[in-house]
């Protein structure tokens, strides 16, 4: 590498400052300003900060030009991405049409969520060759997802069947066995994407009363494959994103006759950006954790100054819009999502329009955590993060204030800011359309989460006032359930699996099938674990698994929710996992603890249960645990066992 | 004819090269990045940043870079 010149690098370091500049200029950069940057960066062999403000432009909108410039760049400095990403995946993406561009997109879009792809790309069309194909590249790349990017052209359907049912059984058919065929041969999950009803129809309106139109047929194919989907496989409903695009975006026959471009470049953006949500859902990423601030976001004006009567909500010229938005967070936190509030008010003013004004949709029951005061809104943020056992990275924050949102873009990195419209009518679609809330399943588990982080909160705050750590465990009147694997619960046990990070021994992402595999294996001893407390029943938050190894019982998998993380409850389960390995004539239990960067919480979990170092490498320390010593027991966690 | 800074921006952008030179003699084989996918997006960008549509033949590979700024001018309505 030659040295530039000095003038020659303070030229591009000038050049550098005024993109910089540039960049300022809005609250989130233009397109053009990162890509400014990025090329800024490029020329001073920066390839990080190149690379971080390429993801920048997934930020700032979808225009297909600008991602598609900071694809190309992020393209030929991937190298460099690997090592400072947070998560890395291989990634196969088979299709029936040409997927270059989307691969381009989909880097830069996961690149934005620090995810590293090692992609393997099928040639156009080439989709049911490679699953059919047991020696094709797609199963040579042991993918650990797989993109099927198939689109409606493929179905087989006629234009009209007289005998639609027949006709639409047979497609869902294949596709059902395509999928098997993927999920036999790796321990892929699959992400499906959905056919697109085309926008024209031989029969027009009549087609909607006709099952046989291909109109209809190919949303009973989408309907029934939604039904029968099994969990390795993740649908992304491409009818929803080219409605919302508007279908006279979506199709471009022109690019599909041209170059078998079957999605037009226009609907890629939104394309790789919903599919790289999918991807994080499945790689445990998901954003757990909605803050709100309260005045101008949840009702109109200020609370502190005009009052209860002064508030807008309901009524007033923008009233029934915070109503509507009010809703819609509603029902984010009934799928799953935990509301915290974050104002800068005194605190019982702030709480005040939950307990008693008439038009409110949201009550106190609903926020798990409520920070007002008049502390800087990130030390408010960190708080509630720790208070209800979250990372940074599970927080998404929305103020109606740009200057709360920069303070709190500049102090945490990690958390995501929506940045609300000016018009409250609004606020709804714009927090709609933020991706990343995507999970990859739904339990009954989900549906309680806010009743469980809001008990963890109080147990919290509990743990302030208490004397001791230990008076604060017994009062806290634990009980536990532990029982092996059934088919009820393998749905959360894999879910579970699938995104615990921070109490997790291994972090072994089995699926479906691996657990059942494991379930099957003999001697194998699958424990999960519910637990209830005096605030709340949490569910199912803890799994064992452990296989045989002779006189060893191997501990493939231990983990827990965050939501009972500093509880002990870990003790009950591994005392219980002891007891039935000794039962079963095991000598020994053998730990192995894998660090991540993110569960260093348990690195001395072993030793602290009285397990014995056995080696340690840079990847592992592994542990035992002879099981002639005193039963493993917890002073804090009642057990009932069946 | 000097080469339009609009698809001179276009042509830097899918051709990731910020530094890239062209003149109206300028075909697809000086460029090794200019292949048919690299085209496909060239022709899609111009589309778009010119309001016009390219129809047939038109969309296959112009003899070179004049040829196309000629043919995008006349269908964009614009004058020298």
């Known amino acids: ?642 | 004819m000097t080469v339009d800074d609009r698809l001179l921006h276009i042509f830097r952008d899918v051709l990731d090269d910020p530094n890239l030179v062209l003149t109206s003699a300028t075909t697809a084989a000086d460029i090794e990045e200019w292949d048919s996918l690299a085209h496909v997006t060239l022709m899609f960008l111009i589309e778009q940043e010119f309001g016009i549509q390219f129809a047939g033949e038109e969309f296959a590979r112009l003899e070179d870079v004049g040829a196309l700024q000629t043919l995008v001018e006349a269908k964009a309505g614009l004058q020298h």
């Not at chain 1, 270059?100 to 989909?106: E, K, P, S």
């Not at chain 1, 198939?150 to 007289?162: A, I, K, M, R, T």
């Not at chain 1, 999950?189 to 006709?210: A, M, Y």
Request: proline share 4%; glycine share 6%.
């Open chain 1, 1 to 642: 590498m030659t040295v530039a010149a000095p003038q020659e690098t303070d030229s591009k370091r000038a050049t550098l400052e005024s993109a910089l500049e540039a960049a300022r200029l809005t609250e989130i950069p233009s397109p053009l300003a990162c890509l400014g940057v990025a090329r800024a960066y490029v020329e001073l062999d920066e390839a990080k900060e190149a690379i971080k403000w390429c993801a920048q432009v997934v930020k700032s909108g979808l225009d297909y030009r600008s991602w598609d410039a900071a694809g190309r760049i992020l393209k030929r400095l991937y190298p460099e991405f690997a090592p400072i990403a947070r998560r890395s995946a291989r990634l196969a993406v088979i299709g029936s049409y040409t997927t270059d561009q989307l691969v381009d997109l989909l880097r830069l879009a996961a690149a934005e969520r620090g995810v590293h792809l090692d992609i393997y790309e099928s040639g156009y069309g080439q989709y049911q060759q490679e699953i059919l194909n047991k020696e094709s590249g797609l199963y040579a790349h042991d993918p650990e997802l797989v993109v099927l990017a198939v689109h409606e052209g493929d179905l087989e359907l006629p234009d009209y069947s007289p005998s639609p049912d027949e006709t639409v059984k047979q497609e869902v058919v294949r596709w059902e066995g395509l999928w098997a065929r993927i999920t036999d041969n790796t321990n892929a999950t699959v992400i499906h994407t959905s056919f697109v009803k085309r926008p024209e129809d031989p029969f027009g309106h009549l087609s909607s009363k006709l099952a046989g139109s291909r109109s209809s047929m190919v949303a009973a194919v989408n309907s029934q494959l939604g039904d029968l989907a099994p969990k390795e496989v993740a649908i992304l409903d491409c009818e929803r994103l080219a409605a919302n695009l508007g279908k006279g975006r979506w199709f471009d026959d022109r690019y599909w006759h041209r170059s078998k471009q079957a999605v037009a470049f226009d609907a890629l953006p939104t394309m790789a950006r919903d599919i790289s949500a999918m991807i994080g859902a499945q790689l445990g990423m998901t954003r757990k954790c909605l803050v709100l601030d309260l005045d101008g976001t949840l009702w109109g004006g200020i609370i502190g100054e005009d009052g209860m009567d002064g508030i807008r909500i309901g009524h007033g010229f923008d009233g029934e819009a915070f109503a509507a938005f009010q809703e819609y967070v509603l029902s984010l936190k009934d799928r799953g999502v935990v509301l915290a509030v974050c104002s800068k008010n005194d605190e019982a003013t702030a709480r005040k329009p939950f307990e008693s004004h008439p038009d409110m949709r949201l009550s106190l029951n609903d926020i798990a955590t409520f920070q007002a005061n008049w502390r800087p809104k990130p030390e408010n943020i960190r708080r509630i993060a720790e208070s209800l056992g979250l990372g940074l990275d599970a927080m998404v924050f929305v103020d109606d204030q740009p200057a709360e949102r920069e303070v709190v873009r500049q102090a945490l990195e990690m958390v995501d800011v929506i940045v609300l419209p000016e018009d409250p009518s609004r606020y709804v679609e714009t927090l709609a359309r933020y991706p990343h809330f995507e999970s990859a399943s739904y339990t009954d588990e989900d549906n309680r989460r806010t009743e469980s982080y809001r008990a963890r909160n109080q147990a919290f705050e509990a743990r302030d006032k208490a004397d001791s750590l230990d008076d604060f465990l017994r009062s806290l009147d634990m009980r536990a359930t532990i029982q092996p694997f059934d088919d009820f619960h393998l749905a959360r046990i894999v879910q579970l699996i699938g995104k615990t990070n921070q109490f997790n021994l291994t972090t072994r992402r089995h699926n479906q099938a691996a657990v059942q595999e494991i379930i099957e294996r003999p001697e194998s001893i699958h424990l999960y674990l519910k637990l209830r407390d005096r605030f709340a029943d949490h569910g199912l938050v803890g799994i064992v698994m452990g296989t045989n190894e002779g006189q060893v019982l191997e501990i493939d998998t231990l983990l827990m929710s965050c939501r009972v993380i500093g509880r002990t409850v870990e003790v009950a389960l591994v005392g219980e996992l002891a007891a039935r390995a000794r039962d079963l004539g095991y000598k020994s239990l053998r730990g192995v603890y894998r660090p991540t960067d993110r569960n260093g919480l348990v690195a001395g979990l072993y030793e602290s249960l009285g397990f014995q170092l056995e080696s340690e490498t840079a990847e592992e320390t592994v542990w035992s645990y002879e099981l002639d010593k005193n039963p493993i027991d917890s002073q804090f966690v009642t057990t009932e066992v069946s």
